[in-house]
């Protein structure tokens, strides 16, 4: 259905007239597909088979920011970030159990019932996988954390004294 309204709009632009007991889809498109820019997917649409390259940043927080805000984490990731790694992501950057930009717990977190599934969407066996500055690993980092705000809240990266 969502692809025929898709097509239908790419054929004949115009306003989708909807009866009011109907609500449009969530990613019917908008006035931006009418002219013929790219249609946006909902945050339950399959992820492309292909992700598009990161673009070039001006710095590290950018680059950290950047994937943060493509998986949905708020802004408040940016700070902690900040916090815990200084805004890299590279081998290196962990302490005795964690990795990455949001140092990750990667070995606790796979033994975990709520979070095996779900890092394992993300595409992480191991720590190795989020540990790196590749742009692959940069995103299963970011996918990873967001699983793991998505289960336990922010209280994971809890300052302790």
Same mark, same amino acid.
């Given at each position: 259905?969502?692809?025929?309204?898709?097509?239908?709009?790419?054929?004949?632009?115009?306003?989708?007239?909807?009866?009011?007991?109907?609500?449009?889809?969530?990613?019917?498109?908008?006035?931006?597909?009418? =002219?013929?820019?790219?249609?946006?997917?909902?945050?339950?649409?399959?992820?492309?088979?292909?992700?598009?390259?990161?673009?070039?940043?001006?710095?590290?927080?950018?680059?950290?920011?950047?994937?943060?805000?493509?998986?949905?984490?708020?802004?408040?990731?940016?700070?902690?970030?900040?916090?815990?790694?200084?805004?890299?992501?590279?081998?290196?950057?962990?302490?005795?159990?964690?990795?990455?930009?949001?140092?990750?717990?990667?070995?606790?977190?796979? =033994?975990?019932? =709520?979070?095996?599934?779900?890092?394992?969407?993300?595409?992480?066996?191991? *720590?190795?996988?989020?540990?790196?500055?590749?742009?692959?690993?940069? =995103?299963?980092?970011?996918?990873?954390?967001?699983?793991? *705000?998505?289960?336990?809240?922010?209280?994971?990266?809890?300052?302790?004294?």
């Amino acid at each position: 259905m969502h692809l025929f309204i898709v097509m239908l709009l790419a054929i004949a632009p115009g306003n989708l007239d909807l009866p009011p007991e109907i609500p449009a889809p969530a990613d019917t498109p908008t006035a931006t597909a009418e =002219r013929g820019t790219a249609v946006q997917m909902s945050e339950t649409s399959p992820p492309p088979a292909t992700q598009p390259a990161a673009p070039s940043f001006a710095s590290d927080c950018d680059e950290m920011s950047w994937y943060r805000a493509r998986v949905g984490l708020p802004a408040r990731f940016d700070q902690i970030g900040w916090r815990e790694s200084n805004c890299r992501n590279e081998d290196g950057v962990h302490t005795s159990c964690c990795h990455g930009w949001w140092q990750l717990n990667v070995s606790l977190h796979l =033994r975990d019932h =709520r979070l095996a599934d779900r890092y394992a969407a993300c595409g992480i066996d191991s *720590y190795t996988d989020v540990n790196s500055d590749n742009p692959d690993d940069k =995103r299963r980092q970011a996918c990873a954390a967001k699983a793991l *705000y998505d289960v336990v809240g922010l209280s994971a990266w809890a300052a302790t004294s």
